[in-house]
């Protein structure tokens, strides 16, 4: 019926107007975490180190929040994908992400074990709920757009954005047993420190006393703070 149709019309523009405010709030959540990596890579540069520090975005519950708002439209299933700025959106978006989970890599060595477990678990349900998502739509748009070759920039984005998470799953394992090392080491040092035999059997005993003690400071720093520049 022509009736049923304008009304079916109206209510689409109705649920449709909200979608500017939408974006504006989805660009407002990538702005944030935008603007924090650019912080932590100029506070990087500024301290001369050899990373970039997570000083200001480090995975936590606000930075996972303000992705998962960021991701609304890969995870969207209903939105279009026919023209190219939608396609450019979603992928945008998916290497937003992988960005955003390479420098979450430097800030799992400050973290407890019960912080990685839950901030890596939490954020790989995250990444693959957007690669599902992102799959789910291919699939039921190939039918669609049958002379596209296959999303090929969908499916690049989406590989690197799992790559990137196993890489973060992997460093997360290492960090326990890397602060475990460090430990061992540090109390090695003190014990060394400690045995007066072993100091004046060395040559030059206010030497290497001195650089003994450098190397307890260092390994006790590098143990409590996980930092590879101490």
């Known amino acids: 019926m ?6 079916a019309a109206d209510v689409e523009k109705q649920l449709e107007a909200p979608m500017p ?28 180190k050899h990373w970039f520090p ?4 480090s995975l936590n519950a606000t930075s996972l929040t303000l992705l998962a708002v960021a991701m609304k439209l890969p995870v969207d299933l209903t939105t279009r994908m026919w023209a190219t700025t ?8 998916m290497i937003f992400m992988s960005t955003a989970m390479g420098n979450f890599m430097t800030c799992l060595g400050s ?36 002379g596209r070759k296959m ?5 690049l984005a989406a590989a690197s954005m799992l ?30 420190a400690s045995d007066e035999q072993f100091l004046e059997s060395m040559e030059e005993g206010n030497l290497v006393f001195d650089k003994l003690r450098l190397r307890i400071q260092k390994y006790w720093v590098m143990a409590e703070t996980s930092s590879p520049s101490s």
């Not at 990538?30 to 912080?39: D, G, P």
């Not at 997570?54 to 975005?57: G, L, R, T, V």
């Not at 939608?86 to 978006?93: F, G, I, M, Q, T």
């Open 86 to 93: 939608d396609r450019l959106a979603k992928v945008s978006s």
């Open 163 to 192: 790559l990137l998470l196993v890489m973060v799953a992997s460093s997360a394992v290492m960090v326990p047993a890397t602060k475990r090392y460090l430990e061992s080491k540090y109390h090695e040092m003190l014990k060394m």
């Open 2 to 7: 022509p009736g049923d149709d304008a009304t």
């Open 111 to 146: 973290m407890d074990d019960k912080d990685i477990l839950m901030n890596v678990t939490a954020l790989g349900i995250l990444v693959i709920t957007v690669i599902a998502n992102v799959c789910v739509q291919i699939i039921q748009m190939r039918r669609f757009l049958f």
């Open 54 to 57: 997570s000083k200001f975005f």
């Open 151 to 155: 999303f090929a920039e969908e499916i």
């Open 21 to 48: 405010w939408i974006g504006v709030y989805v660009a407002a959540a990538s702005l944030i975490c935008t603007l924090a990596m650019a912080a932590d890579t100029f506070h990087g540069f500024r301290s001369k």
